[in-house]
């Protein structure tokens, strides 16, 4: 459905292929737009549907009908102004726009609700007589199907584009479909037992709506902070890494999300320190070109060379890295070095320290030196820890 859509509308459009970024935005500004016409046709025969019945909830839901328009309007607009090219005052561009937007597209809701539950409450105080009839059945039903299929269609576009807006949108009118829902049921209620749930179930949907705002500001909040790159994304750039056999260690990655499909991320290879380093150096170039033509990944690769053919230092790693494990099998190193002096001898690395281990980095530190210390007392440990 999604991939037909894009194909009828979008030029230039191809399902499994990687698309240009003025591609995607075309794709995000369509499904906008659907979004748009979708949600004012729906407001406006809820709307009608709640002056002829007199239901405070399905009024409520027209009103969230129409905000979601505005949202959807609030989408488009970012996806224009995401296209803007990177100048002096934004270098990496103005993707992450699209991270505001749906920070406002959850303010919205987040209103909305407020608002609904402001009336809903005042009902159920203040109740009045509802009626109902056949028409407004009908457009309560066509109202969940629609908003069932613009969840489906907007969750599978989110997918095909990484959109976090579009996936926000789909989001709500997976709530808005439930919320719905909810007021046909207290329809249902009332016409068999003559008791009027309308105040009731309008705080339901304000709840509905509310919580649906807040998981959208939630996941919004984390790619504006910024959170962890997505595992998937990480064990390709290793997998393309790995493929040359020059590349002996990966370590101390930093991936920078800045907008969708603007990805900026720095690494060491440690590669061998004897190799001819033009040689080396057209290898990292090599990855470099393809992280970005395969993954879009703006890489910058630096190059750690390492002593690969001196057995005692060799011996000594691996010694090092055993104690090390014995602390925590989580624990790993590398850039490993050793100097020889005439009272002391160090041994100098860096220790890769997962979040999740709660030691601090100075317990890290000494409880590494003591072990160390056992090996051999003349052993000083030089450690950088890197927090991965």
Request: aromatic share 8%; proline share 3%.
């Amino acid at each position: 459905m999604t991939k037909f859509f894009f194909k009828t509308f979008v030029k230039g459009y191809r399902d499994g292929e990687k698309n240009s970024p003025e591609i995607r935005r075309a794709c995000g500004s369509a499904v906008s737009i659907v979004g748009i016409i979708a949600n004012i046709l729906l407001a406006a025969f809820k709307m009608l549907a709640g002056i002829l019945s007199g239901a405070i909830s399905i009024t409520a839901d027209a009103m969230n009908n129409l905000s979601d328009a505005g949202s959807q309007v609030v989408s488009f607009i970012s996806f224009k102004i995401s296209g803007k090219p990177a100048d002096r005052d934004h270098p990496f561009g103005h993707a992450r726009i699209e991270y505001v937007a749906s920070m406002i597209v959850s303010f919205l809701v987040l209103l909305v609700g407020f608002e609904l539950m402001t009336d809903s409450v005042g009902k159920i105080f203040n109740p009045e007589p509802t009626t109902y009839n056949a028409l407004v059945i009908i457009i309560l039903v066509a109202s969940i199907a629609v908003k069932l299929w613009l969840f489906v269609f907007g969750r599978s576009a989110a997918k095909k584009i990484n959109s976090e807006v579009v996936k926000a949108a789909a989001t709500d009118s997976l709530s808005d479909a439930i919320a719905t829902s909810a007021v046909l049921a207290s329809i249902i209620i009332c016409s068999a037992t003559g008791f009027d749930t309308d105040g009731y179930m309008g705080v339901i949907v304000a709840v509905i709506v509310m919580i649906a705002g807040i998981k959208i500001l939630n996941e919004t909040k984390n790619s504006i902070l910024g959170s962890a790159p997505e595992p998937e994304l990480i064990e390709e750039i290793i997998r393309i890494t790995r493929e040359y056999p020059e590349a002996l260690g990966i370590h101390d990655m930093v991936v920078h999300n800045y907008g969708p499909g603007n990805t900026i991320a720095s690494f060491h290879v440690e590669v061998d320190g004897m190799q001819n380093v033009f040689h080396t150096h057209d290898v990292i170039d090599t990855i470099e070109k393809r992280l970005f033509s395969e993954l879009s990944v703006r890489a910058t690769v630096h190059m750690d060379p390492i002593v690969t053919d001196d057995e005692r230092v060799n011996e000594l790693r691996e010694k090092v890295l055993a104690l090390v494990k014995q602390i925590d099998e989580r624990l790993d190193l590398h850039d490993f070095r050793f100097v020889e002096g005439v009272t002391h001898s160090n041994l100098i690395f860096d220790v890769n320290v997962p979040f999740e281990i709660k030691m601090s980095d100075d317990e890290v530190k000494r409880a590494i030196s003591l072990k160390i210390s056992e090996l051999d007392p003349n052993y000083f440990a030089v450690m950088t820890v890197d927090r991965v």
